[in-house]
């Protein structure tokens, strides 16, 4: 299928994202994200229906299609003139007028040309035009289309004081009828809200606007004359492809991904780790783009540009989850959908009864113009979007992945934790500390041999220690070679013989002896077996006891033996342990504990991959199995053991955000209405709470980036 990516202009609100997504979903399109704050909207096309068709729809709903985000993305740029804040603008002078008049005029004398209804008329018109080229124009494409929004609500408020008015001037009532400021007021006051709104969303977007600023820098490329000699060339990494060579010097910012051919240096990841420390990185090593060198120079060859760098996959990871709605959002979008129409009817209903019950059109109308502006659906509807677009920026930040929002809610309700040992709890950086070889006919520079040619295929951190220990240019040739999970690395030469080299289950029926790491085996003869030794994490000790300390149960699951993980066990305090299981059992295990409580599980390998899909939150390392990462729900950059309290803690942390905004939401609404509708409030100081209150969520929701988490 092919994922479609927008950047949507004229959302102003929540039911205007839900609209777009019910007109996509009605035209067969799967897997929708639109996400509010940034606008932007992402899709999977399927059926017949072509990309102008869509576009097409979409601009008749009302909205308008501003990019196309198939390329590298680039960052928003600030806009200080935004278009609400200069409607506000245009239209806060003749409302200032109109308010003077019926406030302070009665103390200060300026003539009585203000009190004069055709004047308050000429002053109201050209906010009234700018409030229906807006807000009138919104609501009419929405009412059209089936899907209304908020502004039918402000355009029916302003329209009926207004109307009203003009009722008194033309029939000479302009005594009993002078609501013009009614109008004015409400139009201008909500352009400052929507203006209000827009500048606090923006500023939860602070933490993704960083990291995609940092996409375009300049590079040095190293090219060649016919001399052979170099020759450097300033250019920008945009244009820079796969296979280039760079010179990257102290205080440049890595331009893309690389790796190094020549010198070393020190370089700050923090924009990808969240650690700010220096890291030294040698010959051979990976350089991410974006990460910004202290000290050192080097001469490097691309890897990825654009989309393909780890820069670049990060952001559409955090855009991407942003974008989707977390089971706590459907209640209030099942709420949103038909609270426009329910205020509608509480509106009217207002109007009969205080006019039956007063006998006076006045008040009756200005009652009921103020339930119509006082109701807000865009708390309803900002109150998941905005904490989750904090959550994921600060997580981001911090080094901490979410593939969806889903997760940030998940973990609220986590009750235990699984480990798996190798590369999880342990470092991973084995070392050979012994090995024995038990065939009489095999030589130890064979044995060797054999173990490096069969490990060096292997992503597993036992593997990758012995191909680094005994690598070797003379390497045995195989015709067929694979990695079986949780068992090892299978192969057969051109001679038919069948090589093996993994755990004792693999050499199960040709010994007893089961303390070791690993069993090379030729046909069915054991060559002999390798002991590597491995450390625990630094952190996994604090890990362990912060876990405990919030009441979460802890678990083991590995495929190592039994003596070592009770070791590990013991050492690190873990109840639970399951030793020696296959990637198979492991599945069965996390199958089982999902039905006590919610299980995280934390794993790196491949053979981890099936139990990380199955628990009720998959979390992996960055440096883990490619396989491992894309199952995860969740992935922990540098050091990820140790930001594992600070995913579990933000992921607490945003989920309470959204109920607190979801109850001022609701609470805000249940409130306002009918105080409005007894007319204990004015439509002007509606107008002014309805927009303050969804900055009061943005601000609830913006404090999540400085609040402590763990």
């Not at 994922?3 to 035209?27: F, H, P």
């Not at 200060?108 to 229906?132: D, E």
């Not at 070679?481 to 001679?495: N, V």
């Not at 249940?670 to 900055?695: Q, R």
Request: proline share 3%; with cysteine.
């Amino acid at each position: 299928m092919t994922v479609t990516k927008w950047k949507v202009g004229g959302m102003d609100c929540s039911t205007c994202a839900l609209n777009i997504q019910r007109y996509l979903d009605k035209e067969g399109m799967k897997n929708i994200r639109v996400n509010f704050a940034t606008g932007d909207v992402q899709f999977e096309q399927t059926g017949a229906r072509t990309e102008e068709f869509l576009e097409k729809g979409i601009e008749k709903l009302g909205y308008t299609i501003e990019g196309k985000n198939n390329g590298p993305l680039t960052a928003d740029k600030p806009n200080r003139f935004s278009p609400q804040l200069v409607r506000f603008l245009l239209c806060l002078p003749s409302t200032l007028l109109l308010l003077f008049s019926h406030t302070l005029g009665g103390w200060i004398h300026l003539g009585n040309w203000l009190h004069n209804h055709w004047v308050q008329l000429a002053l109201t018109i050209p906010v009234y035009i700018i409030g229906m080229n807006f807000f009138g124009a919104s609501a009419w494409k929405s009412i059209r289309n089936q899907m209304p929004n908020m502004n039918v609500l402000i355009t029916l408020g302003a329209t009926a004081a207004f109307g009203y008015s003009l009722y008194g001037s033309l029939s000479e009532q302009a005594e009993n009828f002078m609501f013009y400021e009614t109008a004015a007021t409400i139009i201008t006051l909500v352009f400052l809200g929507n203006y209000l709104e827009d500048a606090s969303i923006a500023s939860t977007q602070r933490a993704l606007q960083q990291l995609i600023k940092s996409q375009k820098v300049m590079a040095t490329m190293i090219a060649f004359d016919d001399e052979h000699h170099e020759q450097y060339f300033p250019v920008e990494n945009t244009q820079l492809h796969v296979g280039d060579l760079i010179l990257i010097k102290t205080g440049e910012q890595v331009p893309v991904d690389c790796k190094i051919l020549w010198g070393e240096l020190h370089v700050n990841e923090s924009i990808i780790t969240g650690e700010s420390l220096p890291v030294h990185r040698l010959a051979k090593d990976k350089l991410i783009g974006g990460s910004l060198v202290t000290d050192g120079t080097v001469k490097a060859q691309v890897t990825a540009t654009g989309e393909d760098t780890v820069l670049s996959g990060i952001i559409q990871l955090v855009k991407e989850a942003q974008g989707e709605k977390p089971p706590v959002q459907q209640l209030a979008d099942r709420i949103s959908a038909i609270f426009i129409p329910t205020v509608l009817l509480i509106a009217a209903g207002c109007f009969v009864l205080n006019y039956f019950m007063l006998h006076d059109l006045g008040t009756a109308l200005l009652r009921s113009i103020a339930v119509l502006v006082i109701a807000c659906p865009c708390a309803m509807g900002l109150a998941t979007p905005a904490a989750i677009a904090v959550g994921l920026g600060r997580a981001a930040r911090s080094g901490i992945l979410f593939r969806n929002a889903k997760s940030l809610e998940l973990f609220q309700q986590i009750g235990q934790v699984v480990f798996d040992k190798t590369g999880t709890l342990t470092t991973g950086q084995f070392e050979i500390g012994n090995f024995t070889v038990t065939d009489p006919t095999t030589s130890v520079e064979q044995f060797k041999l054999l173990a490096y040619s069969l490990e060096k295929y292997s992503n597993h951190p036992i593997a990758q220690c012995i191909s680094k220990s005994w690598k070797t240019t003379n390497e045995q040739r195989f015709k067929k070679i694979e990695e079986i999970k949780g068992l090892g690395m299978l192969a057969t030469d051109q001679a038919g013989n069948t090589f093996s080299i993994g755990s004792w289950k693999t050499v199960a029926a040709l010994t007893q002896e089961h303390s070791h790491n690993l069993y090379l085996k030729k046909n069915n003869t054991l060559l002999g077996w390798i002991d590597v030794a491995d450390q625990v994490r630094p952190e996994a000790q604090t890990v362990i006891n912060y876990l405990h300390q919030k009441k979460i149960k802890t678990i083991l699951l590995s495929g190592d033996t039994a003596e070592r993980c009770e070791k590990l066990a013991q050492q690190l305090g873990i109840g639970v342990i399951f030793a020696e299981k296959s990637p198979a059992d492991k599945l069965t295990i996390l199958e089982s504990l999902n039905q006590e409580k919610p299980t995280a599980m934390v794993g790196d390998g491949i053979n981890d991959a099936p139990a990380l899909a199955k628990a009720t939150i998959g979390i992996s390392m960055n440096d883990a199995s490619q396989l491992a990462v894309q199952t995860a729900q969740v992935v922990l950059m540098n050091q990820g053991l140790k930001k594992l309290p600070a995913a579990l803690g933000l992921g607490r942390h945003t989920y309470l955000t959204i109920k607190q905004n979801l109850f001022w939401a609701f609470a805000y609404n249940v409130i306002a209405i009918p105080v409005a509708a007894f007319g204990y409030l004015t439509p002007t100081f509606g107008a002014l709470v309805m927009g303050l209150s969804d900055v009061v969520l943005a601000i609830n929701s913006v404090r999540l980036f400085v609040k402590r988490v763990e």
